[in-house]
C-alpha cells in the first residue's frame, strides 16, 4: 500500500493518466472513468528490512508521470484505503491460492463484493501465468455490467479470448486493455483501449507511438513497428519470467529508476546496468 505522503505529492502527475475521464461512477454523472492508454507497471522497491522503501518509490513515481495500478474482505479493505490516499481506481487481480475452487460463480462474487464496497472504479486482472487462473469470459461479461467495475487488464495473451470478450462486453461501458505490448496492435485492432505494458518501462516513446499509430487507423505503420517491438518485449518478458520482482526491479534500472530491493523470498539481483539486448533492439527501432 502507498503511503498518503507519496501519494499526495505524485497525484497531480497521476491523474493525468486519466485525463480522459468523463465522470466517475461515484458522480453518479456520465460514463464511468476512461481507462484507455498505455500504462507502465510501476516497480515498488523494498529496504533491506522488507519494507517498501517509499522514499524511493516515490522518485520513481516522478521519473514516469503516470500510474497504472488481493480473501475478498482483505481486498475490500485494500481498495477502501487506496481511494482514501487518492487512487483513482483499483486494478484487482484475481484471487488464485484456492484455485481448484475458483468457479466462475466464486470469481463474481468476489468481485461483485469488492466492487459494491469500493468508492473508486474496480479493473478486473487476469494473468494466468503467474496465478495458474484464467477470469473465465461468462464471469467478465457477468461483471461488466456491474456498474463500478469499469473494465480489464488481460495478460494471457490470447487474442481470440480479448476479442471475445471485447464483442461480448460491447453493450457495457467496460473497456478492455492488453497485459503486454507484445500483442497489443492485435488487441487495438479487436477493440481494446490501451495496455498495461512491462516494455513501457524501457521503451516508453516506441509503446505510446504504437499507441497513437493504431488509434489513428495507420495500421501498416503500427505493424512495422510492432515488429520491431516484439524482439526487446521478448527479452522483458524472459527476463522477468527468469528473475522474477527482482527481474522486474532491474528492468527499469536502465531509465536510472532505482528498484531497490527485493522483497523476500525473491532474492534481488545484483545492481548493474541490466536489459543490454534490450537496450541494443531499442537503439535499433
Known amino acids: 500500500m502507498l503511503g498518503p505522503q507519496v501519494w499526495s505529492s505524485v497525484r497531480q502527475g497521476l491523474s493525468r493518466s486519466l485525463s480522459r475521464n468523463v465522470g466517475g461512477w461515484a458522480s453518479g454523472e456520465g460514463k464511468k472513468v476512461d481507462i484507455s492508454g498505455i500504462y507502465p507497471p510501476v516497480t515498488t522497491p523494498f529496504t533491506a ?3 517498501v522503501d517509499y522514499g524511493k518509490l516515490e522518485e520513481n513515481l516522478h521519473k514516469l508521470g503516470t500510474f497504472p495500478f488481493r480473501a475478498t474482505q482483505a481486498t475490500v479493505e485494500m481498495t477502501v484505503s487506496m481511494a482514501q490516499v487518492g487512487a483513482d481506481a483499483a486494478m484487482v487481480v484475481t484471487p488464485c491460492y484456492y484455485r481448484g475452487r475458483m468457479s466462475s460463480a466464486a470469481l463474481i462474487h468476489h468481485y ?3 466492487a459494491d464496497f ?3 472504479p474496480v479493473v478486473l486482472y487476469s494473468v494466468p501465468a503467474n496465478t495458474g487462473l484464467d477470469l473465465p469470459v ?3 461479461v457477468t461483471l461488466s455490467q456491474h456498474p463500478n467495475i469499469v473494465g480489464m487488464k488481460d495478460s494471457g495473451g490470447d487474442v481470440t479470448r480479448i476479442g471475445l470478450i471485447v464483442h ?5 461501458d467496460f473497456q478492455v486493455l492488453a497485459g503486454s505490448a507484445g500483442f497489443l496492435m492485435a488487441s487495438y485492432a479487436l477493440g481494446a483501449v490501451g495496455g498495461v505494458c512491462a516494455l513501457a518501462n524501457v521503451l516508453g516513446a516506441q509503446v505510446c507511438q504504437l499507441e497513437r499509430l493504431c488509434c489513428t487507423g495507420q495500421w501498416e505503420e503500427a505493424q512495422k513497428l510492432q515488429h520491431r517491438l516484439i524482439e526487446p518485449n521478448a527479452a522483458v518478458s524472459q527476463w522477468q519470467r527468469g528473475h522474477g520482482v527482482a527481474g ?3 528492468s527499469v534500472s536502465s531509465l536510472e529508476q532505482d528498484p531497490g530491493l527485493a522483497p523476500g523470498p525473491t532474492q534481488s539481483l545484483p545492481f548493474r546496468k541490466s536489459f543490454e ?3 541494443q533492439c531499442g537503439n535499433s527501432l
Not at 168 to 172: A, I, P, V
Open 277 to 279: 539486448r534490450t537496450s
Open 138 to 140: 461468462d464471469a467478465v
Open 112 to 114: 461483485t463484493k469488492v
Open 248 to 250: 522486474g526491479g532491474q
Open 118 to 120: 469500493s468508492p473508486i
Open 168 to 172: 461480448k462486453t460491447r453493450k457495457q
Open 49 to 51: 528490512t522488507a519494507e
